[in-house]
C-alpha cells in the first residue's frame, strides 16, 4: 500500500518550507488548457458584494456583544527609554472604567522581540497599559489619565544610525539580526565580473512603507466558562487560534476565532495581534465581552511595515548583453523586530546568470517591527535589479527589453530546477504589443520642452504556487443548494467567489447555487493562511476534490432514480442528465427524494510536484511626463501583462491586478514613513500626512494574464496572483522618468525634489 | 433631541461634542458607516445630511437635530438596490469593501449635484474617499455607469431617494 502522508515543499513569502501531506482521496487529471469549462474562467459577480454595498458585512469593529466593553491603550511618548512609573488609579477612579491591564496582567508573550506592555521602552507608540470602559471615549480618556513618567534614552531610527560607531544598542545582544550577513551565491562573482566588458554600479535606496490598511488591527474577545470566542481581523484564523492558546494556556478547543469580513491585510495581519492578546486578557480579568481597535496612529506605527533597504549593487555583462555576473549588498532595517524578507531573493531568480551573489544585512532600529507586505522582499529587491538593469541597456545602448530577453532563463538556477510553467515570454511580447513599446521608444524626443515624456519596463516573479496542508468539505442540503465548508479567509481578495466556482465546475451546479463559508476554527476543516498568494492554488484544489466526491455520491444517488448507471451521467446547471438521452433530474429532485440524507465530500491538496519551481511572473510597462521645471512626475499609463497560470475569475483577478499596480504607483511616487532622525519619533501617522495614492492618483491602466493554465502546478492550473502585480510598478516608473530626464534616478518615492536634484545633476 | 436617520426618527441623548459617527454606530448600531482615521482624511464615513455629503466623523450629533441623516443602511434594499449600489456590484468596484460605504454616498452626493459628469468631474469630486486595495479604476466606471442609468430612466434615482429618505 502506498504512503498515505508524505512530505512536500511549499512556498510561502519567498520561504521554502516542508509540509507534511496526506495525500487526497482522488487525484483528479487537470484542468487542460484547452479543456471546455462552463463556470471556472467567467465573470461571475463577486459572492459578498451584496454585503459590502449595502453596509451589512460586519466586520470585526462592528460586532457588538451585549455588555461589551471597549479598550483604549497608552503608548510610549519615547522611542527608547524606561517607564520609571505608571500610575492607574487616576484612570480606574474614573467613571465607567472597568478595570486596566499592564506588564504583569498580560500573558508572557513577546511580539518581535518585545514584551506585552513591557515596561522598557524600545519604539515610539509601544504600548505601555490598557485600559476598560463602557465606551470607547471613557476608555480613550482614561488612558490619557494615566499619570506615567518615562526616562528617554538616545534612540535609532535607522540603519545608518543603527550602524555607527557609537550607536546605542536597540537590542541587548546588539543592533544586528544574528543572520546577519545572509549570504546566498552560486558560481563565482568574482570571476564573472572578470569575464565581464561592461560593469555597472548603482546604490538603490526604497523607503519605509505603510500598509495602511482601512480596518486597523482589532479584535472582540469573549472570555467564558473557560473558553474566549475572538472576532479578528486576520489573515490566519488556524495561526491566530494557537498564538492564543499557547499563550493563555488552552486547548485548542476552547479558543474560537471567527473573520468573517476584513477591511485588508496586505499581509500585516498573519497571527494573533497586539489587539487580540489585549482583548482576551482583559475579557478573562473582567468577565466581559472586549473590544480593542487600534487607533490610525496606532495602526501607522505599530502594526508593521515594509522596511527600508539600501541596496548596492553591481553587474556586470559582455557587449552583446550577455549576463556575466549580479552582486547585491543590502541593508534592511527591520525595525524591532521581525523576519528575514530581503530583497536579494529576485536577484537569484529573474535571468540567466551563472554567478550571483546576495548579502543582506538585517539591522534593528528603535521603530514599530517590519511585516510582510505584499511580495516582502521583492517589491524592494525589484526596484534595485530592474533600475540596475536598465542602467546597463544604457551603458550598453541597448533596448532594456531586448536585454531581459537576451538573458532569459527557463529554469530556477539556485535550486537547478525547472518550473512547473514559465511565460514571461509571453507576457513580455503581449505587454510591449499593447504598450506600443517600439513605436513609443521610436518616437522623437524633444530634449528642450518643460515636459518631457519617458518610458520604461521592468519584469517580476512570485512564488504563489501554494501547497498542502489544505482541506474542504462540500455539502449539498435537501434543497439542492450547495455549501463549500473551508477554513481560509477572504481579505477582500475574492476567496468566496472564487472557491463556489471551483465547487459548481466540479459538480456541474450552478454558482449561484453554492455558498462558501470562510473563517471560523470551530467550524471548519484546517486552510493556511491567506498569504503569499496561495489561497487559490491551496484551497482550490481541495474544493475541486471535495466537490467530485460529493458529486458521485449524487450520482450514484440519482443513478437509480434515473434507471442509469453512475457512469452514465453527467452535470450541468444543477442539473443531471443521463449521456445521449432526455432524462433528466435536478439536484434539487434528486435531493428531495433523499430527504434528509446529507450529501457530504472531502477533500484536501495534494503534494506539490517534485524537484519542481512554481512561481508566477510578469512584465510591466509604464508612460511617464516629467516637468523638469518642478519635478512633478505624472504617470499616464501602465500595461500589465502577467502570467499566473489559469484565471479562475477574470473580472476578480482583474481587480487584483489594478489594485496591486496602484500600490505600485504610491511606493514609487508618494509613500514614505517619516521620522524624526534624532528622537525617532514619527512625523507622519495620519491618512493625510502619508500619502496613498487617490482617485486623481490613477493612470490609465491595462492589465491583463495571457492566461494559459499551468497544470503541472496543481489540477486546477492556477497560480497566485494578489502580490505580483505591485513588484514591478516602481522599478518600470523609475525606468521611465530616468528615460525623460535623461539621468538615473536611485531612490523611491519619487518627489519632486528628488527627481528635480536627478535633473540638475545632470545639467 | 430628535434626529431622523434613514426616514426613522430617535430620540438621542448624546452629549454635546459626541461625533455622529459614534451615535450612529453605538447607539443606533449602524455599522456600515465606518471609522477608519476619526479625522476627515480619508472619507470612510460619509454620509448625507439632507443630502449633501458630510464626514460623520467631524459632524457633532447636536448639530444634526430634526435634520435628515441618511446612511448606506437606507439607500436601497437587498431586493431593490440604489443604482449606485447595482452598479459597484455590476463593475466590480469594491475588493475589501471597507471603503465602499463611503464610496458609494459620496457617489449619491456628487451626482445628486451634477447627474451626468464627465470621468474627470467623478475624479474630482471623489478622490477624498481612500480606497487602499486601489478599486479607483472601477469606482469611476460604476458612477459614470449609474449616472448614465439614471439618465436613461430620469425617475429611478429620486423615487429611490423618496421611498427611502
Redesign the interface.
Known sequence: MAKRFVTTKVEIEGREETKTVELPSRNPAPWQDDAELHVVGQRV??A????????????T??V?LPGMLHAALRRAPVARGRVTSLDLAPALAMPGVRGAIVMDDAPDVKLDGVRLFDRTIHYANQPLAAVCAD???IATRAAQAIVLTVEAEAAVADAEQALAPDAPRVRSSGNLHRASPRIIARGDVDAGFRDAEVTIEREYRTPVAL??????HGAVADWSAGRVTVWESTQGIFNTRADLADAFGLPLTSVRVIKN????G?GAKNGASFAAYTAVALSRKLGRPVRCIF??EGEQTDAGNRPATIQHVRIGAKRDGTLTAISVDATIALGIGGWLGGPGRIYHELYRCANVRSAETFVFTNTGAMASFRAPGHVEGAFGLECAMDALARELGMDPLELRRRNYVDRDQDKNRPYSAKHLDECYRAGAERFGWDATRRRRRDETSRIRRGVGMASLTWGGGGGPPAYATVRINPDGTIEVLTGAQD????ARTVMAQIAAEALGAKVEDVRTVLGDTERLPFASNSWGSITTASVGPAVRVAAEEARDSLFEAAAGMLGANADDLESRDSEIHVKQSDRCLRFDEVCEKLGDVMIIGQGSRGPNPERTALSAFGAQFAEVEVDVETGQVRVLRIVAAHDSGRIINP??AE??L??????GVGYALYEARVLDRASALPLNP???DYK?????D?PE?DAFFVGIADVVANHTGAKGLAEPPIIGVAPAIANAVADAIGADVTEIPLTPWRVLASVQRER | MRLIVNGAEHDIAAPDHEPLLATLRDRLALTGTKLVCGRGECGACTVLLDGTSVYACLTLTAACANREVTTIEGLGRDDALHPLQAAFIEHDALQCGFCTPGQILAAVALLRENPSPTEGEVVRGMSGNLCRCGAYPKIVRAVIAAAGAAADAPASLDADRSAHG
Do not use: C, N
Open positions: 459577480p463577486r459578498d458584494a451584496l454585503e459590502k454595498v449595502t453596509g451589512q458585512a460586519r466586520y469593529a462592528d457588538q465606551s470607547l471615549e500598509h495602511t490598511a482601512l480596518e486597523p469580513y476584513m477591511g485588508g496586505f487607533d490610525r481579505l477582500g481578495t475574492g473580472t476578480l481587480s487584483q489594478e489594485g496591486g499596480i496602484i500600490q495620519t491618512m493625510h496613498v495614492p487617490t482617485l486623481a490613477v491602466i
